[in-house]
């Protein structure tokens, strides 16, 4: 399983639904408000730390592009920067992709920093060079392929299977060196390695990009590396599960797909799966119930379908809140499923309660759907 998801299960940008907090009938887990802030001041403070990742690694990128163009001085020289120019805008993209990492990021908020001052700068840097390579006279020399780089027609070149295993070696030296830093210091050593998570980052969300004889070399390149990779997950896995709501290792775990297969397998293996299997077929359960009502009569059949599943839930629910809470949908597929069904059926249940009469006069159902909003 390992080696087909390692590369392609990069995650999408997660929905910032985070699971208790959005529908109704959920229970809260019962943090003190002294637990709470002081949970939400180390989670802001690991999100400014990615920010600051990113906004380095783009800088760092822009500058490059902008030394690039700058040695386009005729043909010879533009056909040769061609295929690098194309690489490092394919780095740009992923980066782009990863901001929505960054829970707390504002545009007001970055654009305030010196760092994003500096990237400013740098982007009127490039933009006077692209200026200047699309001049009449110059057009890039009458490159080709210098022009298919400008508008994004070449690809970054496909990485080799040398290159591949340079990836998970450095990835995997990456994963050794946070965790001997978290045996010591905790969760709070890890922003430390953001940027460096965030380049490896980069070069794993483009070979994601390739297919074919690319894709084969590289579940092979991880089979080959599959027990080292998984050594080096173990401990950050642990420490992820040890506390679900901590952002800081939350974000080094998004940051390296083979970290996020390991904690990915560890979940759907652990003692949340089945629970949380329970719950969206409890879910499931109310949502049929509540899509049945049409009348008064159905209404009258649904009370006692969703009255016995809503008091399962809680149950359930109740016993593994105080991780369940915490944990963001994209690390289990489960929770993205369980988080539509329950805003599927607070919808639904308003739109009963907002009929005249409420739930087509059946008083028990209104009741029942009254209660959800009180918890």
Not at 17 to 36: I, K, N, Q, R, Y
Not at 60 to 88: E, I, P
Request: aromatic content about 6%.
């Amino acid at each position: 399983m390992m080696r087909k998801k390692l590369i392609w299960g990069i995650p999408a940008a997660a929905a910032l639904l985070l699971v208790g907090g959005a529908v109704c009938w959920f229970w809260h887990a019962a943090d003190t408000p002294e637990v709470a802030q002081a949970t939400a001041q180390e989670n802001r403070a690991a999100h400014d730390a990615l920010r600051e990742a990113l906004l380095t690694v783009t800088r760092d990128n822009a500058a490059k592009s902008v030394a690039l163009l700058r040695g386009v001085q005729d043909t010879f020289t533009a056909d040769a920067t061609a295929a690098k120019y194309a690489q490092q805008w394919g780095e740009v993209r992923a980066l782009s992709a990863m901001w929505y990492l960054c829970r707390t990021a504002d545009d007001a908020a970055v654009r305030s920093l010196p760092l994003a001052a500096e990237i400013e700068r740098i982007g009127q840097e490039l933009k006077a060079e692209r200026v200047r390579l699309h001049a009449d006279g110059v057009d890039v020399y009458g490159s080709v392929a210098m022009k298919k780089a400008f508008s994004g027609g070449v690809r970054p070149e496909a990485p080799d299977v040398e290159s591949m295993e340079a990836l998970l070696r450095e990835t995997t030296a990456v994963m050794l060196k946070m965790a001997a830093a978290a045996q010591e210091q905790g969760a709070a050593a890890l922003p430390a390695f953001y940027a460096e998570c965030v380049r490896l980052r980069v070069r794993w969300s483009i070979l994601q990009e390739y297919g074919g004889v690319v894709r084969t070399a590289a579940e092979q390149v991880c089979r080959d590396a599959e027990n080292e990779v998984r050594k080096a997950c173990i401990p950050l896995t642990e420490l992820f599960l040890k506390d679900t709501g901590d952002a800081r290792v939350a974000i080094a775990v998004r940051l390296l797909p083979p970290l996020k297969l390991a904690v990915d397998e560890a979940l759907a293996s652990g003692e949340l799966a089945a629970p949380v299997k329970e719950l969206v077929q409890l879910a499931g359960e109310m949502n049929a119930a509540l899509k049945s009502v049409a009348d008064k009569q159905s209404a009258e059949a649904a009370v006692v379908p969703i009255a016995r599943a809503n008091k399962r839930y809680a149950e359930v629910y109740r016993a593994c809140s105080s991780t369940l809470i915490r944990l963001e949908p994209d690390f289990m597929p489960e929770l993205s499923e369980l988080a539509d069904l329950l805003a599927e059926n607070d919808r639904m249940a308003l739109q009963l309660m907002a009929l005249t009469p409420s739930c087509f006069g059946c008083e028990e159902l209104a009741e029942l759907l009254e209660s959800w909003h009180k918890v």
